[in-house]
């Protein structure tokens, strides 16, 4: 099959490797040379140690290489099946080539964009044949991260979700389906786990250190939120939280927070400039957290049950199946459980009891419980059968 990427940047370039070493020949366009050359050359220095490391055989890489043509020239493109764009995040720039695309493609090539916060349907509306749109959101680093969005918008004909999603599952993906909604399922349901972090820190309750540990130790997280959001980096985190939030027109469960926006002023944006929430200098000893297990039990379950309130919120808005919700957060951001698997392990009725008790705290709609999960609890508490809860 010809898979053509558009963007040979951070997103394209993982993108390309993924579809040419599942066998494609991959066609990965940019209009700059430069980014080009330095594409081709880290590419082959990324697969040339998978060989050293005997991930992959010489010939693989070889094949995996003369798979991809690194081109500027669209007309190359005439034969692709699939096109996914991944420049830069920008809607003008965006219809720009998805119109340049769609004039040199064939009729039945699917047209995709691997966008992390516009619609589909704004970006589609500018093709002739808007049918041939979808969402196909790849997460960084795309040949490590298992996970892809598929994201139907309301132009997306059945058939090119179905023919998008078979590709990405026979690349060795885990695709899931979302609705065309701010922030997709990951980038929606796991604002909590930086919002609440930093709203617990700014009301005094822990230090940073402290807030990472409690996830860290009670909640099996790989790290904890500030040292997440130090990796992620305070500016492009803070921006998805800007942008989600407005996108769901000023939902106060999304307010981002003065600390991170700070932080983002400062230039602290974590790791890639040396100082975040932490200083990353050398010979700095790291700041201890404070272990004391009440503190950290309060921390983490009030953080787990806002993510799971999150979730829940999802599913009642039917942006994705339960399945998929669960699977999006272990394999979009490592989560160590689906949050609606740990909300039924947890008790729902626990989880809402939590959620009542910060809701009658702070009086705040940020901290509402979701009508499904209220709606849940109340049928259990009217003892209908394990298999009727199992539906929902
Ligand atoms: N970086 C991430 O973690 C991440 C994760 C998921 C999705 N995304 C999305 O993927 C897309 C790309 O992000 P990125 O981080 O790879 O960006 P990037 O800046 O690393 O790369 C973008 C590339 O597009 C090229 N480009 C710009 N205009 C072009 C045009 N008209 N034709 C061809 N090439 C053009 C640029 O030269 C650049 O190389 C964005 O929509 C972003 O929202 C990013």
Known sequence: MKIGVIGAGTMGIGIAQVAAQNNNQVVLIDTNQEVLNKAQKGLENILSKLVEKQKISEFQKVET?????????????????????????????????????????????????????????????????????????FFNPAPLMALVEIIPSVQTSSEVLQKSKAIIDSWGK?????????????????????????????EGIADFATIDWAMTEFGGFKMGPFTLMDYIGNDINYTVTETVFEAFYYDPRFKPSFTQKRHKEAGYYGRKSGKGYYDYSEDISQPIPNKDRNIGRYIFERILVMLINEAFDALYMNVASKEDIDIAMQFGVNYPKGLLVWAEELGLDVVLQKLNSLFDLFGEDRYRPNPLLKRLVSIKSTSVTKAEMETF
């Open 65 to 137: 290489l003369n798979n991809i043509s690194f081109t500027s020239d669209y007309s190359e493109l005439n034969e692709a099946s699939l096109v996914i764009e991944a420049i830069i995040e920008n809607l003008t720039v965006k219809h720009t080539v998805f119109s340049q695309i769609e004039s040199v493609v064939s009729n039945d090539c699917i047209i995709a964009s691997n966008t992390s916060s516009l619609s589909i349907a704004s970006i589609g509306s500018v093709l002739k044949n808007a049918n041939r749109v979808v969402g196909i959101h």
């Open 174 to 202: 885990k695709a899931v389906i979302v609705k065309d909604t701010p922030g997709f399922i990951v980038n929606r349901v796991a604002r909590p786990f930086y919002g609440e972090a930093l709203r617990i820190y700014e």
